[in-house]
Structure formats: structure tokens, C-alpha cells
T-cell receptor
Framework: AQSVTQLDSQVPVFEEAPVELRCNYS??????LFWYVQYPNQGLQLLLK??????LVKGINGFEAEFNKSQTSFHLRKPSVHISDTAEYFC????????????FGPGTSLSVIP | DTEVTQTPKHLVMGMTNKKSLKCEQH?????MYWYKQKAKKPPELMFV???????INESVPSRFSPECPNSSLLNLHLHALQPEDSALYLC????????????FGSGTQLSVL
């Protein structure tokens, strides 16, 4: 069964600084990886996803992520954060033929400091 | 219309009450989901409906009863809940196919007294 780990529960960063949010997964079959963002009192929305092909994927709001199969990682990056990026970020995975089952990691709370 | 609409937004119920949560989407998505989210925690998968049939039940207690009356609607019937069931209940839908993204509603904040 698939699982997702996000090692950093909270990440404070100054405005306009770069940020990396870490995600590691475990699965015995092919995986599909996602990053979702949740703003306060809202549902989740997709930032980006990796299905296959190029290991560097670009998403909305200037975010990008790199899939590394050997390290089973899918870290999220942004070169310069804004106050509006303050939110909860969830890495998620689905796998193989069970792609309906989308499992979320524990989340990372990003706080952008002015 | 790219929205998933959930009603009500807030619900307070006693442990002996029966209530229902509703979810609606008009994007033609064939898969619909219920997730439960406690504060400061990730969404936990509860149920998945695919083509109006229950395809995944993550060992959810029977006091939660899902229903998919048609391809646009998803209900979650609640009966004899416990205070620990208080949480944000999120509905989501997705298109058919590998890697299609989930569209989430804003959720129903449920408090069980």
C-alpha cells in the first residue's frame, strides 16, 4: 500500500525567500504524485502533479516539483514566496490500477513572514 | 461550472440526531469522494463512488452511510455520531483516468455534541 511522508510539519520563511517542502513516498508499483494547497476555511486545490515523463513539473502560482525515483521523493519548490502563499500544503499519491484511491501526507504548514 | 458545492457549511448535531450532508457537481465527473479532515491533519479517505457505485470504503463505521442518487449528487447520512466525529467533511470529484485531479468543495464543518 502507498504512503506519504512530509518530514516538515511547519516551515517559516521570509517573504521573497526560496522555499522547499519535502515529500517522500513508498509504493511497490508505479505512482502518481500530487501537491495540493489548502487555504484557511477552504477545500484543497491542485498545485501540480507528476504522472510520467519529465521529472520536473511546473504548477500554478510559480511552484515546481521534481520527481526523484531513486530517492522516492517529490519535493515542492518556489524561488520567491509571497505572503499569500501562507497555507497548508499536502503531498498526495495514488498508485497503479488503484488510481481512484488518493492518499494524503500529513501536511506542511508554510508561514511566510513579512 | 467547475465547482463542487457542499451543504450545509456548518452543522451542529446531537448524538441521537440523524442528519445528511450533501454534495453536488455538474462537471460530469464519474468519481466522487468523501474525506474527513480533523484540525491540523490531512484529509482521510472515507468513501469513493465510481459511476454511482461504491468502489472504496475505508472501513468507515456504519454510523456514516454514503449514497449516490445520481452522477451529480453525493450524500453522507449521519446517525448516532460520537463527539470524536466532529471534523470538516470534504467532498471531491474527479474525471475518469489516471492522474486526474480532485476538485474539492469547501466542506461541511460538523460538530457533534
Amino acid at each position: 500500500a502507498q504512503s506519504v511522508t512530509q518530514l516538515d510539519s511547519q516551515v517559516p520563511v521570509f517573504e521573497e525567500a526560496p522555499v522547499e517542502l519535502r515529500c517522500n513516498y513508498s509504493s511497490s508499483v508505479s505512482v502518481y504524485l500530487f501537491w495540493y494547497v489548502q487555504y484557511p476555511n477552504q477545500g484543497l486545490q491542485l498545485l501540480l502533479k507528476y504522472l510520467s515523463g519529465s521529472t520536473l513539473v511546473k504548477g500554478i502560482n510559480g511552484f515546481e516539483a521534481e520527481f526523484n525515483k531513486s530517492q522516492t521523493s517529490f519535493h515542492l519548490r518556489k524561488p520567491s514566496v509571497h505572503i499569500s502563499d501562507t497555507a497548508e500544503y499536502f503531498c498526495a499519491v495514488s498508485e497503479g490500477t488503484s488510481y481512484d484511491k488518493v492518499i494524503f501526507g500529513p501536511g506542511t504548514s508554510l508561514s511566510v513572514i513579512p | 461550472d467547475t465547482e463542487v458545492t457542499q451543504t450545509p457549511k456548518h452543522l451542529v448535531m446531537g448524538m441521537t440526531n440523524k442528519k445528511s450532508l450533501k454534495c453536488e457537481q455538474h462537471m460530469g465527473h464519474r468519481a466522487m469522494y468523501w474525506y474527513k479532515q480533523k484540525a491540523k491533519k490531512p484529509p482521510e479517505l472515507m468513501f469513493v463512488y465510481s459511476y454511482e457505485k461504491l468502489s472504496i470504503n475505508e472501513s468507515v463505521p456504519s454510523r456514516f452511510s454514503p449514497e449516490c442518487p445520481n452522477s451529480s449528487l453525493l450524500n453522507l447520512h449521519l446517525h448516532a455520531l460520537q463527539p470524536e466525529d466532529s471534523a470538516l467533511y470534504l467532498c471531491a470529484s474527479r474525471e475518469e483516468g489516471v492522474g486526474e485531479k480532485l476538485f474539492f468543495g469547501s466542506g461541511t464543518q460538523l460538530s457533534v455534541l
